[in-house]
């Protein structure tokens, strides 16, 4: 019994040691976003069927902003777990809302993507300037999109935030740092998600559905502090 005791000890000691080692990382970012044209098809509320190549919009610059952030607990291995949201944007051009019989397409309060990450990091990577270090990373997860769509005609506006189907992100980055605690960083980024959207019906019609696939490409500019 004392050695059972004895060595349940040893093992909780370990677990409360081994985070004590690691590192965390906090970081927020900025940065220019565009979206990758891709197909939409489903139907309008009522059934009126649908089937475009839709040319999207990112414009991260208008309000609210292209954002992201994230946080990643770093072992000493130098592979770290941790979450990121980024709040990308996605709009239907004037010919596609058009085309499609709307008023307003967009995932403007947010195409929001929420990831589980894995990354790996390379201090010391380049000799002559110890500073900087290169980073990889992936994740998956769920797109959260705020949906705004506006049918022609209708009194009904499909306004509020969806879980529409799976996400992925890639990332590519260098970091500087300034000192033990706080770093700036430079990245590429894409996220992905394939979305099964739902739109408002007016009093008397059925939802309507569009599926569509988002991809987009994002380079960011932030800040990380670490303890």
């Not at 992100?169 to 099964?196: C, H, M, P, V």
Request: proline letters at 6%.
């Amino acid at each position: 019994m004392k050695t059972s005791i004895a060595a349940s000890a040893l093992l909780a000691a370990s677990a409360l040691a081994s985070p004590a080692a690691a590192e965390m990382e906090l970081s927020l970012y900025l940065g220019v976003q565009s979206v990758a044209g891709s197909n939409a098809s489903g139907y309008l509320p009522g059934g009126a069927p649908f089937n475009r190549s839709m040319d999207w919009e990112g414009k991260p610059l208008d309000s609210p902003i292209y954002y992201g952030g994230r946080a990643i607990w770093w072992l000493d291995n130098n592979i770290g777990f941790g979450l990121e949201g980024t709040h990308v944007k996605a709009y239907a051009s004037p010919l596609d809302r058009l085309a499609l019989g709307v008023n307003r397409m967009e995932l403007s309060d947010g195409h929001n993507i929420i990831t589980a990450n894995v990354m790996k990091r390379w201090p010391g990577a380049f000799k002559q300037t110890p500073k900087f270090t290169p980073y990889l990373g992936a994740g998956v997860g769920v797109a959260i999109p705020h949906v705004d769509i506006e049918v022609t005609g209708s009194p009904v506006r499909t306004h509020d935030f969806e879980v529409t189907g799976l996400a992925l992100r890639g990332i590519a980055g260098l970091k500087y740092d300034f000192n033990e605690r706080w770093a700036l960083f430079g990245e590429y980024q894409f996220t992905w998600s394939d979305n099964d959207i739902t739109i408002d019906p007016a009093p008397g019609q059925f939802a309507g559905k569009m599926k569509t696939e988002i991809l987009s490409h994002a380079f960011n500019i932030g800040v990380s502090y670490s303890f």
